[in-house]
T-cell receptor
Framework: AQRVTQPEKLLSVFKGAPVELKCNYSYSGSPELFWYVQYSRQRLQLLLR?????SIKGFTADLNKGETSFHLKKPFAQEEDSAMYYCALRDGEGDNAGNNRKLIWGLGTSLGVNP | GAVVSQHPSRVICKSGTSVKIECRSL??????MFWYRQFPKKSLMLMAT?????????EQGVEKDKFLINHASLTLSTLTVTSAHPEDSSFYIC???????????FGPGTRLTVT
């Protein structure tokens, strides 16, 4: 079964400390993984996707197929990083364009960065 | 680009009445829209996937006669909660993809309170 697991509901770190938000997945094919973020009183927004191999706001995430993980990392956390973070896996079903492929969501990790 | 709006942002209705929530893609044609509920502890639950011009695909456990979804145009999908009960009180979020946008872009959400 396709599944995304975020084992930590809450994560608290001090400003300047490294942060890692864990995400593990279960998927039989080649996975497409995303991290979404929701800041307080704001809408969900895409943070990064594994196929882009990009760094956004200092965050990176590497797909590790051997460990079926897609952990989100930042070397030096900032207070403005405090938010809810969701890991998501794109489902394999959908049309040829892939437009209606739903996302399988983790339960989210609430990150608090203390001054 | 890729802006999604929802209306209303919050609504209070009485038990037994119906309430309609609109989701619009403002600057792109959304071939697919998704409807979610977000629970108090912030977990996201996909309710249904709707494709323009066809019937919505509901997730297991979601009553399609209670949560009516219409996606009549490439820029508008509506969710109607029929015969609302207090347990339907929740935060409802839509997202949209298509029109060259591969990822899901989220609306700001609608807070429904049923009294």
């Amino acid at each position: 079964a396709q599944r995304v697991t975020q084992p930590e509901k809450l994560l608290s770190v001090f400003k300047g400390a490294p942060v890692e938000l864990k995400c593990n997945y279960s998927y039989s094919g080649s996975p497409e993984l995303f991290w979404y973020v929701q800041y307080s009183r704001q809408r969900l927004q895409l943070l990064l996707r594994h196929i882009s191999r990009e760094s956004i706001k200092g965050f990176t995430a590497d797909l590790n197929k051997g460990e079926t993980s897609f952990h989100l990392k930042k070397p030096f956390a900032q207070e403005e990083d405090s938010a809810m973070y969701y890991c998501a896996l794109r489902d394999g079903e959908g049309d040829n364009a892939g437009n209606n492929r739903k996302l399988i969501w983790g339960l989210g990790t609430s990150l608090g960065v203390n001054p | 680009g890729a802006v999604v709006s929802q209306h209303p942002s919050r609504v209070i209705c009485k038990s037994g009445t119906s309430v309609k929530i609109e989701c619009r893609s403002l600057d792109f044609q959304a071939t697919t829209m998704f409807w979610y509920r977000q629970f108090p502890k912030k977990s996201l639950m996909l309710m249904a996937t709707s494709n323009e011009g066809s019937k919505a695909t509901y997730e297991q456990g979601v009553e399609k006669d209670k949560f009516l979804i219409n996606h009549a145009s490439l820029t508008l999908s509506t969710l109607t909660v029929t015969s609302a009960h207090p347990e339907d009180s929740s935060f409802y979020i839509c997202s949209a993809s298509g029109g060259g946008y591969y990822e899901q872009y989220f609306g700001p959400g609608t807070r429904l309170t049923v009294t």
